[in-house]
């Protein structure tokens, strides 16, 4: 019995990831943002996403990896969470995929530990990789200094 | 099975409600222990629970509710007299319903707990009546043979009435011998209705009745605050969308649009109200607690205490009766603990041995007063006085110049406590602080005053909703923020020129003059840590007032002020203190919404605030220690004279024509009175007919002088400035109403004498030229 699961992808600087896409509530083009100070650095601002406020959290702050081009706008892509909707910012959105969630391996220990954290396990495509997000813990608010 | 979710969450929200009520009961029943109807209603209470807990198969707390029943019943036919140990056992039998009521909504069962003991000791109470002794020992099995009650002719299972159709699945709590006696259970009614008949009070509508109380006649409906909230939220949603709408008709010329959004403008205003309207709670259901709280508390304290609610049906928004709640709580504690004394030293000073705890509640200005008064001790100055100095709250010298409504507030301090013995109950230094801070969290304010042996009234200011809230957009860095309008003082430009001074710096931290006080400084933008811009030449000064202090916030730009919808910070953002939450603008971008409390903080504001109020008040002192007063200066016949400028409430004109003359006084029409005029060149004896010869047209400039509620008019001839004058330097005369000359403003100037001036006006003929 195989367990069909539906992957919402995205790229984070060239890395494949991919996030239940169960838990994607809409997948957005650069929206204004509304920067707040003193705030922890992977938040980068506050979006109105039709009157409601969402968080948004750049992934690419939040992997630990270099920022991204100015030049180039971020996609968010909005996720269901306890607290609300949270917007998180990637490079590229990805097509939707279902994969067998058995398939599913855990990440080898040589990952960086904060990627390893926020992810769950790795599926094998094709041609590349695919990092399945572990949503609440990538969500989960960092202390602020 | 759905519907019997249903069911039994109907069963817990009534159930809670009635034991808030019972809670009450009981002790109004302490005070007035015979009092069948409420003994009636307290017995009817537990029985509902305890029937409808045994059709719904929670066998705990039917046992637990049948024993308390059985004592109740005695209680009300008067076999048994209730007495504050009993009170005490079915108050914890309550708090045990209470406990088994949260573990169903909870886990869905009313849990392992047998509460034995408890079961006993109602069971004790109940053999105290005698005969029926063994019967109620019996009770204390855990599963309760239904026929027993109704062998003490009191009604049993009675919801059978209300829920005909599930009765099949309590059927195997029900024992055997209910069977024997009615085979099918709709028969059981009429054996039922037979001693309801007999029952002293009309029974009829006890259980059915409440069902139909609900869903009948009755105007309300229960609604789930979930939805309310929903509701209240659309319509934050509308309120901006409104305002975006009267942005965008305001630029166009299409009187069409323009009179649909006005329309649309008022119901959005009226359905504001409305809807705000339906999460409005009186006050009396976060009051309905503490006649408990204090009758617990009482007790453990040796103490007596009577509770006294006035305004109950006082309204305030749900968020913000959340809010008080605790601090309420912990006010009316501490007011029992602290503040009402013991009976024998209550009765030594001369009051009734029973203190009286008054709760009032009234709406004022757009604001909820709650006052908490009690006819205690009040505050102690001295113990406060020595406690703070102890505690290093406050230095000697503080103390002693401080009033005793000051030291009164010290007890807002912050790990401040006066209770000699630290009890249980308060008295742990955390304490009034929490209070005063969690009331200032939603924008209120708490005062006291206090009469030391009189007692002492706690006043709580708060505002009625927090939902949606008008505010001063102000922008830096090119971001815009709010600043709630309720912490708005004034706005100020601050410009260095040569009148001002702009902003100066003591030591490191910048201030402003603002008439003559010190107004601290702080950049928003660094608060924000922001590109900040501290040389421009003129600031924008938002003056806010944060606790007890004010301090002037620079910012890059003013706008206008603006209703916001206040929306929450998610959870990302905790632990910043200078956001208060946010909120969408009329085109649509995000704003965040300052706290001025945590702005105050981090600009290092408030913590020191004692310490600052101490120095300012210093600086007082020793400016009248030098002798240093701003006065007034003016020309009286050619002469340059002083006068206090705090003895001056007005300068006014009168062209001459308005002089009348009253009982041989010169006279002006002032306000609807009678103001006397007296000449000020000739009270200092100077000849003044010459310093008027030119000057019949000119209109008189006259000093208005106000004393002990008689007012005089001092005519000069001119008025010249207002200045700082020291006097350290003076030159002592022995002219009448001229007790020495200084050097004010570079020139010799002579400082009059106001008091004897007044006096001789009153005393005696007043030399009085014409003017």
């Not at chain 1, 996609?75 to 994969?99: A, K, Q, R």
């Not at chain 2, 630290?422 to 200032?440: A, L």
Request: aromatic share 4%; glycine share 8%.
């Amino acid at each position: 019995m195989s367990t069909e699961q539906m992957y919402a992808t995205f790229y984070v600087e060239d890395i494949f990831f991919g996030v239940n896409a169960l838990m994607v509530q809409e997948v957005l083009r650069s929206q204004p943002m509304t920067p707040v100070p003193l705030a922890p650095p992977e938040v980068t601002g506050l979006i109105n996403l039709r009157g409601q406020i969402v968080t948004a959290l750049d992934m690419r702050r939040r992997l630990h990896l270099p920022d991204r081009d100015a030049s180039k706008p971020p996609t968010n892509v909005v996720v269901y969470t306890d607290d609300g909707p949270v917007s998180l910012l990637v490079d590229e959105i990805g097509d939707v995929l279902v994969l067998n969630g058995d398939d599913m391996e855990s990440l080898p220990e040589t990952v960086d530990r904060v990627q390893r954290d926020l992810v769950v396990g790795v599926h094998k495509l094709d041609r590349q990789l695919m990092l399945v997000i572990d949503l609440d813990k990538t969500v989960r608010p960092t202390l602020v200094g | 099975m759905e519907d019997m979710d249903e069911v039994v969450q109907e069963f817990l929200v009534e159930s809670r409600e009635n034991l808030d009520r019972l809670d009450r009961e009981f002790v109004e029943l302490e005070n007035d222990p015979t009092s069948r109807p409420l003994l009636a209603s307290i017995f009817r209470t537990i029985h509902t629970i305890k029937g409808t807990a045994g059709f719904l198969g929670f066998d705990k707390l039917q046992s637990v509710t049948h024993v308390g029943e059985n004592l109740l019943s005695l209680l009300r036919d008067g076999s048994l007299g209730v007495t504050s140990d009993r009170t005490s056992t079915l108050l914890r039998m309550v708090d045990a319903i209470r406990a088994m009521l949260d573990l169903i909504s909870d886990h869905g069962t009313d849990g392992d707990e047998p509460y034995l003991e408890l079961i006993e000791e109602l069971t004790e109470h109940c053999q105290g009546a005698g005969k029926r002794g063994s019967a109620y020992a019996e009770a204390a099995a855990p599963v309760v043979p239904v026929v027993e009650a109704l062998a003490d002719h009191e009604p049993a299972v009675v919801p059978v009435n209300a829920h005909p159709v599930p009765v099949a699945e309590p059927a195997p709590v029900v024992p055997a011998p209910v069977a024997e006696a009615t085979p099918v259970v709709p028969v059981a009614e009429p054996t039922l209705m037979a001693p309801r008949a007999d029952a002293d009070h009309p029974k009829a509508n006890e259980h059915p009745g409440e069902q139909v109380r609900s869903g009948g006649g009755d105007t309300s409906i229960r609604v789930d605050v979930k939805l309310l909230d929903q509701l209240m939220n659309l319509v934050g949603e509308l309120v901006l969308a409104r305002n975006q709408i009267l942005q965008f008709s305001g630029q166009q010329e299409d009187p069409a649009l323009a009179a649909t959004s006005q329309q649309l403008n008022l119901i959005t205003t009226e359905l504001q109200e409305g809807v705000m309207k339906t999460r409005m709670q009186p006050i009396g259901s976060v009051w309905s607690k503490f006649p408990r709280v204090v009758r617990d508390l009482a007790v453990s304290c040796g103490k007596k205490v009577r509770i006294e609610m006035e305004g109950e049906e006082t309204e305030l928004d749900r968020t913000i009766l959340e809010a008080i709640k605790d601090p309420l709580t912990h006010v009316v504690r501490n007011s029992v603990d602290h503040g009402i004394e013991e009976p024998q030293r209550r009765l030594e000073a001369g009051k009734p041995a029973e203190g009286t705890l008054r709760l009032r509640a009234y709406h004022d200005g757009g604001q909820v007063v709650i006052e908490i008064s009690d006819d205690g001790g009040g505050v102690n100055c001295d113990k406060v006085r020595r406690k703070a100095i102890d505690r290093g709250i406050i230095t000697q010298q503080q103390a002693a110049k401080m009033t005793e409504r000051e030291v009164a507030h010290l007890i807002f301090e912050p790990g401040f406590s006066t209770a000699e013995k630290v009890s249980n109950i308060s008295g742990r230094g955390v304490g009034m602080d929490v209070v005063k801070t969690n009331v200032e969290k939603i924008g209120g304010s708490v005062d006291v005053q206090s009469v030391q042996g009189r007692g002492m009234t706690l006043t709580v200011k708060i505002p009625l909703t927090l939902a949606i809230i008008p505010a001063l957009i102000v922008s830096v860095d090119g971001h815009r923020y709010a600043i709630p309008q309720v912490n708005l003082v004034e706005l100020i430009r601050v410009e260095r020129t040569e009148t001002s001074r702009g902003i100066e710096f003591v030591g490191d931290a910048p201030v402003f003059r603002l008439r003559g006080r010190l107004l601290p400084i702080v950049w928003l933008a660094e608060i924000l840590g922001l590109p900040s811009h501290r040389e421009t030449a003129a600031q924008n000064v938002v003056v806010i007032q944060a606790d007890d202090r004010q301090f002037g916030l620079v910012v890059d730009r003013i706008s206008d002020t603006e209703e916001i919808v206040v929306k929450p910070l998610g959870p990302h953002f905790k632990g910043i203190e200078a956001f208060a939450g946010t909120t969408i603008m009329g085109d649509g971008t995000v704003a965040l919404i300052l706290d001025v409390l945590g702005i105050a903080r981090q600009g290092a504001l408030v913590s020191e605030e004692r310490h600052r109020r101490g120095t300012e008040e210093e600086e007082v002192h020793e400016r009248r220690d030098r002798d240093s007063q701003t006065v007034l200066v003016c020309m009286a016949a050619g002469q340059r004279v002083a006068i206090p400028l705090a003895l001056v409430s007005r300068l006014e004109e009168f062209p001459r024509n308005m002089i009348e003359k009253a009982a041989g006084k010169e006279v002006v029409q002032y306000r609807g009175r009678l103001l006397q005029l007296v000449s000020l060149a000739s009270f200092l004896g100077l000849y003044a007919d010459h310093g008027y010869s030119d000057g019949h047209e000119r209109a008189l400039q006259v000093l208005v002088y106000n004393e002990n509620d008689r007012t005089f008019g001092l005519v000069v001839d001119e008025i010249v400035d207002v200045m700082d004058a020291d006097f350290s330097a003076v030159e002592h005369s022995d002219r009448p109403g001229v007790p020495f000359s200084a050097v004010i403003g570079r020139r010799v100037t002579d400082l009059v004498d106001v008091d004897t001036l007044i006096r001789s006006t009153i005393d005696g003929p007043m030399a009085m030229s014409s003017f």
